[in-house]
């Protein structure tokens, strides 16, 4: 399988999703921001975490605008797999792949910490190798991580089954202690959490291993 991970001037997460892809057996492209095209055969697109641009303007308002965006909006029109974790969720929310928008944390605070999360739905090639209702241990790092989205957006979410994972207690003030969501072929997934942070045992824990695990073992069958 083949995952391109978007770099952008600020990113610093970059490598960390790489290492993860890696891990789960992907072949790994990094791919410039500046470049107008994705690589050929890509079947997942990964948006990293960091501070795109410094978090200037909006948090990831900038880089939305960057030109290989224009292709991750088409790979995702297309029914192309894409990730975007933290800052990647971000970017994600300022190009319309996903709904909503990330705000200021409610304690107007940096939080960095593990946190627990609790799998919403398995019902997904990021969460099926986790059981629904399943409680995971994974980091977070963000000072915009307040999940926003009117309250048809989030009924919306909710009644199609595409919360994935929520807090268990809620670090940021989210709506509906929402923690990713899942767009609506369910083939796009944007996170705060950082699962790459937590896919293997030298970095504490490998929670996150099986939603990369499982991505990969769903693109092999498909």
């Not at 978090?55 to 939305?64: H, K």
């Not at 971000?90 to 928008?101: H, N, R, S, V, Y």
């Not at 000072?143 to 809620?170: I, P, Q, S």
Request: net charge negative.
């Amino acid at each position: 399988m083949h995952a391109a991970v978007i770099v952008f001037p600020g990113s610093n997460c970059d490598r960390d999703l790489a290492v993860a892809f890696e891990r789960a057996g992907a072949r790994v492209s990094m791919v410039w921001h500046k470049d107008t095209d994705l690589p050929q055969g890509v079947d997942v697109v990964g948006v990293p975490g960091g501070f795109s641009y410094g978090d200037y303007l909006r948090c990831g308002a900038i880089a939305a605008n960057s030109p290989i965006c224009r292709s991750v909006i088409a790979h995702a029109d297309k029914g192309g797999y894409v990730l975007g974790v933290c800052n990647g969720f971000q970017i994600l929310t300022e190009t319309g792949i996903l709904p909503g928008a990330l705000l200021r944390n409610a304690g107007l605070k940096y939080v960095c910490k593990q946190v627990g999360l609790r799998v919403a739905t398995a019902d997904s090639v990021f969460s099926h190798g986790y059981e629904a209702g399943r409680t995971i241990t994974v980091p977070i790092a963000h000072h915009d991580g307040n999940y926003f989205a009117d309250t048809a957006t989030l009924d919306r979410l909710e009644g199609e089954d595409r919360v994935a994972f929520t807090y268990t207690d809620n670090p940021n003030g989210s709506a509906r202690d929402i923690a990713g969501i899942l767009s609506e072929n369910r083939r796009v997934l944007g996170m705060m959490p950082h699962p790459e942070r937590m896919a293997e045992p030298l970095q504490g824990g490998t929670d996150g291993a099986a939603l990369f695990s499982g991505l990969m073992g769903a693109l092999e069958r498909a």
